[in-house]
């Protein structure tokens, strides 16, 4: 890149306006999230009346109070880390084997394995059929069922199988010499040496479960099993329609809207925390899914 | 003590001779097997790591495609897939004189047609922008900032964007009652459910998806821009004369992907924004198979809309893998 005191008046006109376009569009993006956010500290009135722009109106924790009284919001709140870090423990222990097995030149029938496993990323049976085969399988309703049916994908296959094959075969000899079976070369050699490869799909993993919601919501039926995305689900549909809460609401000081936003704010919280980490290595991962097959 | 003879490897030259006898005296093909026998014995290990993954895909990817039949059958859960009887082309008649269906294919077509239009350029604009930007660490926080949205529920911004919407506590209408017009109820109103979702999608994933442009960018060789510089090129013509044409290939691939995804409008988001009054404009086709087979029971029907679904989907990017290897040289395999 060239040096600012090269550039020309009209490249460095150029170069403010892209910046300030840039920071246009940067405000836009965020602007939605300090809106919900000034939302869930304002008064349910003010929030009703449309009061609220930029900054908290009447700024109080009420709407905050309700949800940590409800025992579902905590419920499911639970149940998101279950999926969460069970999902994700669940896709490693089928990823690093498969990937690795896939990876090994000796593997018979390694192109139709490969084959077999990238099919399933241009054709799928659809929603009816994957549904049917959950009812069959007895997995509705089942924390078990939404842990292992979403376990594996072609591409985060794929993508771990690809840096693999990268690893040089010279890394694991001095293993093989000490005798090293390919589960203690698995573990000892290829899998330090792909930290980064692995933290992005385990990371791609927490995020795609901290967020799942269709199939949560089509699979399970019992409350007490639903994840915090079905609860917030159901407290937006039904929260400005529910008399109960009417009739609370005219007493306390929030609103259908300040709750709603209290607990948009309370599930995006855990993500805020976890992205930086995931910043370091999604851009790096999503090129390593330069998918060939 | 009589001379060993040994062969190349080491090995007594009488047991080798016993060896080549004994390998003469096998059939070939007893070898063969032999030989994938020891195989196994000795890299069972890794077919050991293998066959958890592929029963997966069996049980919950394959056996799906195998209970796709029911697109052909009277399904009754009663009978089960393979008992139920075999209908032919029924279900396929009923979707095609099924106006909601028809009205379904129209809005995913629609509705795909306008984030090809917008939504496909706002991710390379964002990239070739973000390449322009001199000021490292203004660059990185715009970054971070733009990125962040890939990584929220579809629920939260369906959340965020009904309550940024709403006709008395929405941010859209307290502005648009500064400019003293009436508020307008957004979400019920059949032709701003396009607009809306079309946007939204822009906020969400412009940002994300200009990772791939920009990596495409940075690979872009340095010595095109220097000679450039010693033509005396400013930097405008620079990003139409080089970046442009250097990432076109990357432009095509990502382009291919979407065509592929016409189909495939983000449904999820759909089913948590669209509303009985906004259907005329906001059902899409796996909408329709969600309310068709998972509300109402209708599973042969809706898998038979699932299937014709997935099949123009298949065609679709055969089509344009095809036309772009053909005039590009650039595929995706």
Known sequence: ?293 | MAEEHTTAAGQPIQEAVIEAQEAQRMPPNDGRWTRLFDHFKREWQIYAMLLPTIIWFLVFLYKPMYGLQIAFKDYSIFRGVANSPWIGLEHFQTLFSNDQFLRAIGNTIKISALNLIFGFPAPIILALMFNEVLHASYKRTAQTIVYLPHFISSVIIAGIVITAFSPTAGIVNTIIGWFGLDPVYFLTQPQWFRPIFVGTGIWQEAGFGSIVFLAAIAGVNPSLYESAVVDGANRWQMMWKITIPSILPTILIMLIIRIGNVMEVSFELVILLYQPATYETADVVNTWIYRQGLQSGQYDLAAAGGLFNAFVAFVLVMTANTLSRRYSRTSLW
């Open chain 1, 1 to 293: 890149m060239m040096k600012w005191n090269l550039y020309s008046r009209g490249d460095k006109i150029f170069a403010i306006a892209v910046s300030v376009l840039i920071g246009m569009f940067t405000v836009a993006t965020l602007y939605p999230f300090i809106y919900i956010a000034a939302v869930s500290f304002s008064s349910g009135f003010a929030a009703q009346s449309g009061k609220v722009v930029f900054m908290p109106i009447d700024a109080t924790i009420e709407a905050y109070g309700y949800i940590i009284n409800d025992p579902k919001f905590w419920r499911s709140y639970g149940n998101t880390f279950i999926y969460t870090i069970g999902g994700t423990i669940m896709s490693m222990l089928f990823i690093i084997p498969g990937a690795y097995a896939l990876s090994r030149p000796q593997l018979k029938g390694r192109r139709f394995f490969n084959l077999f496993i990238a099919f399933t990323m241009w054709f799928n049976a659809g929603l009816i059929p994957f549904f049917l085969n959950m009812r069959d399988l007895g997995l509705l309703d089942s924390m078990f069922g939404i842990i292992i049916a979403f376990a594996v994908n072609a591409f985060n296959i794929i993508l771990l199988r690809n840096f693999f094959e990268a690893i040089p075969q010279s890394f694991e000899e001095a293993a093989r010499m000490d005798g090293a079976n390919d589960f203690q070369v698995l573990w000892k050699v290829y899998v330090p040496l792909s930290k980064p490869a692995i933290a992005t799909i385990t990371l791609f993993c927490i995020v795609s479960r901290w967020n799942g919601f269709f199939w949560a919501m089509v699979l399970l039926q019992s409350e007490e099993k639903i994840p915090l995305q079905v609860f917030l689900r159901h407290t937006i549909a039904n929260l400005s329609d529910n008399d109960e809460f009417a009739i609370l609401q005219t007493a306390a000081g929030f609103s259908a809207e300040t709750v709603t936003a209290a607990i948009i704010v309370c599930s995006i919280i855990p993500v805020l925390i976890v992205y930086p980490f995931i910043q370091k290595y999604f851009e790096k991962g999503i090129l390593l899914g330069g998918v060939k097959e």
